[in-house]
């Protein structure tokens, strides 16, 4: 793509990049995206939007390799794209398209070191959304399966700083690479919009209760989620509330009950969970208060 046919980018956001930090000969760098018209998540996403923004792959230039996972819309496999590894997520329902085009579609909006870049889309007899791969998988597996002789305190405090940061609210849709960075997979936005509290699919183990209650979704909301997260992360991937079954968790939150720190987890990440769930989000700290004590932990740790 180009727009003074000098300076060549492989697709929008690269250009958008470029541009944003630097005029480069147009009249203004770019400051501030417009507005879509009208609510730019539920218009409808065509395959031409994506041909357009360069990110459209042909099925000849990608190899589908052996099955890595499971999602929500599709089987996930391993593959290769010119000369790189990829993950590559194959749409098994058609009539979820729109939903997973939108994520697709999201995806094409944004790039960050600590989220999973999406590399293009094939859409042909069946669609498939191609990403950089991810050695290690999600968080959860990758928890499980190193436990405590692999994964040291300090990877647990780095995985948790980088997961607040983000906001990234539950460990499977944290993904892991060879580097052990941890990127956002997941970018919410088309799970959210369908999963009503009655669809069976919601996170209630993760949501705080004014959210589930009147669907207060807010930081503090964030918040009570994030201490799930960090539990998670200091029981090596156990899944919350062990023996409660899923609905009678609410009753019991409601009533003040709360998990208890996990094997071995220091009393001040404890703490930090503790406060995370108190039961009236104004007494629940703000995530930069979080950080900084996550921060200081790290420091004593080794
Ligand atoms: P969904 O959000 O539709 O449920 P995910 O994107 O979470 O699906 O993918 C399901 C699983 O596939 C993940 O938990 C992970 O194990 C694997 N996976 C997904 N994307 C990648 C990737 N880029 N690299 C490696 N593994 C991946
Ligand atoms: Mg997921």
Same mark, same amino acid.
């Given at each position: 793509?180009?727009?003074?046919?000098?300076?060549?980018?492989?697709?929008?956001?690269?250009?958008?990049?470029?541009?944003?930090?630097?005029?480069?000969?147009?009249?203004?760098?770019?400051?501030?995206?417009?507005?879509?018209?009208?609510?730019?998540?539920?218009?409808?996403?065509?395959?031409?939007?994506?041909?357009?923004?360069?990110?459209?792959?042909?099925?000849?230039?990608?190899?589908?390799?052996?099955?890595?996972?499971?999602?929500?819309?599709?089987?996930?496999?391993?593959?290769?794209?010119?000369?790189?590894?990829?993950?590559?997520?194959?749409?098994?329902?058609?009539?979820?398209?729109?939903?997973?085009?939108?994520?697709?579609?999201?995806?094409?909006?944004?790039?960050?070191?600590?989220?999973?870049?999406?590399? *293009?889309?094939?859409?042909?007899?069946?669609?498939?959304?191609?990403?950089?791969?991810?050695?290690?998988?999600?968080?959860?597996?990758?928890?499980?399966?190193?436990?405590?002789?692999?994964?040291?305190?300090?990877?647990?405090?780095?995985?948790?700083?980088?997961?607040?940061?983000?906001?990234?609210?539950?460990?499977?849709?944290?993904?892991?690479?060879?580097?052990?960075?941890?990127?956002?997979?997941?970018? *919410?936005?088309?799970?959210?919009?369908?999963?009503?509290?009655?669809?069976?699919?919601?996170?209630?183990?993760?949501?705080?209760?004014?959210?589930?209650?009147?669907?207060?979704?807010?930081?503090?909301?964030?918040?009570?989620?994030?201490?799930?997260?960090?539990?998670?992360?200091?029981?090596?991937?156990?899944?919350?509330?062990?023996?409660?079954?899923?609905?009678?968790?609410?009753?019991?939150?409601?009533?003040?009950?709360?998990?208890?720190?996990?094997?071995?987890?220091?009393?001040?990440?404890?703490?930090?969970?503790?406060?995370?769930?108190?039961?009236?989000?104004?007494?629940?700290?703000?995530?930069?208060?979080?950080?900084?004590?996550?921060?200081?932990?790290?420091?004593?740790?080794?």
């Amino acid at each position: 793509m180009t727009i003074d046919e000098e300076s060549y980018f492989g697709n929008l956001a690269e250009l958008v990049e470029h541009y944003s930090n630097d005029a480069d000969g147009l009249c203004t760098k770019l400051i501030m995206p417009l507005q879509k018209k009208g609510s730019s998540f539920s218009s409808v996403v065509s395959a031409q939007d994506f041909q357009t923004g360069g990110w459209s792959i042909l099925p000849k230039d990608l190899f589908v390799g052996e099955l890595i996972g499971k999602g929500e819309f599709g089987d996930v496999y391993k593959g290769r794209y010119k000369d790189h590894q990829v993950a590559i997520k194959q749409l098994k329902d058609k009539n979820s398209a729109q939903t997973f085009l939108k994520e697709a579609s999201v995806m094409t909006s944004v790039r960050h070191p600590n989220l999973v870049q999406l590399i *293009g889309v094939v859409i042909a007899d069946t669609i498939q959304l191609v990403t950089e791969f991810m050695g290690k998988g999600n968080l959860v597996e990758y928890l499980r399966s190193r436990g405590r002789s692999v994964i040291t305190k300090k990877d647990q405090i780095n995985f948790s700083i980088k997961a607040l940061v983000h906001r990234d609210l539950a460990a499977r849709n944290i993904l892991v690479n060879e580097e052990n960075t941890a990127k956002v997979s997941d970018f *919410g936005l088309a799970k959210y919009g369908d999963h009503s509290l009655e669809s069976g699919k919601f996170p209630i183990k993760w949501t705080a209760p004014e959210a589930l209650r009147e669907s207060k979704f807010t930081n503090k909301s964030d918040m009570w989620s994030f201490g799930i997260l960090l539990w998670e992360v200091y029981s090596f991937g156990r899944v919350p509330y062990p023996r409660i079954p899923l609905a009678d968790v609410v009753m019991h939150v409601e009533r003040g009950y709360r998990m208890e720190a996990p094997e071995g987890c220091p009393k001040k990440i404890y703490n930090i969970m503790l406060k995370a769930w108190e039961l009236d989000p104004k007494n629940r700290p703000t995530f930069k208060e979080v950080l900084e004590m996550l921060k200081e932990e790290g420091a004593t740790t080794v």
